[in-house]
């Protein structure tokens, strides 16, 4: 067993032995820990606004039981992990680290807000094709301002060659 898997597998022992609180996760606080937490498959969901993000990781241990864990980063640069022994739970602490990072809840519409409001942030069309606005430009013979909008992979890292600009984001969803 490998010393990432052994350490993967202390904190799924220590999340399914009696405990007399209620909470259903552990936070993995040593450097080395969240080292070995790292190392599993990121899952498919991640949220990024600046200089924070969060994403799930999942893996399947060599007793058979799964291991889920969240790992976000502050603005700061501080690295925080928490371990889960049911992806449920997972779900629900990734949902609030999520909304915390994005200000409100996810998938909230906004109907009108200001350009520079939208800066840096994840947009996504009907096709849910994710974009980052990552200018404005402002078209003074028309009086109106387009957003500059590069495409995302399924990482969240900008594709050379899909910018685009748009004057609105009616239908789209901001993230």
């Known amino acids: 067993m490998s010393r990432n898997t052994a350490i993967l597998q202390q904190y799924l022992d220590s999340l399914t032995e009696e405990r007399d609180d209620d909470c259903d996760f552990v936070l993995v606080e040593d450097y080395r820990d969240i080292a070995a937490v790292m190392s599993m498959p990121a899952?498919?969901?991640?949220?990024?606004?600046?200089?924070?993000w969060a994403e799930t990781r999942s893996q399947v241990l060599p007793d058979g039981r799964g291991f889920y864990a969240v790992i976000s980063r502050e603005a700061d640069g501080e690295l925080n992990a928490t371990g889960h022994a049911d992806p449920?739970?997972?779900?629900?602490?990734?949902?609030?680290?999520?909304?915390?990072?994005?200000?409100?809840?996810r998938g909230t519409n906004i109907g009108r807000a200001g350009a520079g409001y939208l800066l840096?942030?994840?947009?996504?069309?009907?096709?849910?094709?994710?974009?980052?606005v990552v200018g404005l430009t402002f078209h003074g013979a028309i009086g109106v301002v387009s957003l500059d909008l590069v495409?995302?992979?399924?990482?969240?890292?900008?594709?050379p060659g899909t910018e685009r600009s748009v004057f609105s984001l009616d239908g789209w969803q901001v993230l």
């Open 120 to 132: 840096q942030r994840m947009v996504a069309d009907q096709d849910d094709t994710f974009f980052r």
């Open 43 to 52: 899952g498919p969901d991640r949220v990024r606004c600046a200089d924070r």
């Open 151 to 159: 495409g995302l992979d399924d990482h969240g890292e900008p594709v």
């Open 88 to 105: 449920h739970s997972m779900a629900r602490e990734y949902l609030r680290i999520s909304e915390d990072i994005l200000g409100r809840p």
